[in-house]
């Protein structure tokens, strides 16, 4: 099988592996209790994939995927600085699409309508913990699984396109994704050169659900209100409108101002997973 398919079809299957547990949790067990087992099987999801238990053929193989390794002092401050200007940039360009044209509500409140028959605090909880879970099993399947080898073969830019397409196209299945597949794209080019510049997962898992614990609390849900603004074409360029293109511009200057600060070589050395964020041992 050729390395581009065996790449993405292993990166996907990575990915939904974690989040079908998940699904499977959700309809098996009441919520907010399908949260409890969840965190086990999310644990066991990142001792198998990171390399730390599992078959010792494949262990070296399983971390170089995960990128297991631990950040130099350096590498974790612009890391995790790349990581919260990611979520702002995202956020940002939601905001000034939807300032543009008309915010699609039904279609992007469609698919979680589970939340809003759910008590605010357990809707908050199961929110919360997909988001954790589309964070870590994504980015171990897309940025991990799939990008690593793409990067030994094609290299690093080849890598990163061809691995935010399959990511813009496997969204497809939501109902929210059409008017947003630029922005789908766009945030796994980012999430893509984050990983690849750090060299570790753990940063962009960390943007990742953070990203998605505001996308599913602003867009894809009512629990917070939703998104009232108006377009301009309706509202005439206001203060509101700029200051979002202001900080979009910005967040975007300190995103690639951080990633320009990484430096190969004081960059970090091959170590176990569990002794970095995830101290789960």
Known sequence: MPLIIRSVLTGFIVSSIGIAIWSIMLTGIAAPW?????????????????????????????????????LSPSFW???????????????????????????????????????????????????????????????????????????????????????????????????????????????SVLLGILAYKTGSLIPGIIGHSILDIFDYSVWWSDITGGFQKQTVFKTGIDLHFIVWILIFMLALFIFFRSMGRLKKGEQRVAMPVNTLLFNYE
């Not at 644990?43 to 198998?48: G, T, V």
């Not at 053929?57 to 297991?68: G, H, L």
């Not at 409140?109 to 964070?135: E, Q, R």
């Open 77 to 187: 401050k612009w890391g995790i600085v790349a990581a919260i200007v990611f979520v702002v940039i995202i956020q940002a360009s939601f905001v000034i699409t939807f300032r543009i044209i008309d915010f699609p509500a039904k279609a992007f409140t469609a698919d979680y309508k589970i939340l809003d028959s759910m008590p605010l605090w357990v809707a908050w909880v199961v929110l919360i913990m997909g988001s954790i879970v589309a964070g870590i099993c994504e980015e171990t399947g897309f940025r991990g699984y799939m990008q690593v080898p793409l990067e030994k073969k094609y290299g690093s830019s080849a890598a990163i396109i061809i691995t935010s397409i399959v990511f813009m196209l496997i969204h497809l299945s939501h109902s929210w994704a059409a008017p947003i597949l630029p922005h789908i794209f766009f945030a």
């Open 34 to 70: 399908s949260v409890l087992p969840m965190i086990i099987a999310l644990w066991a999801y990142l001792k198998y994939f990171s390399g730390t238990w599992g078959s010792k053929k494949s262990t070296e193989t399983r971390k170089k995927y995960f990128r297991s390794i631990k």
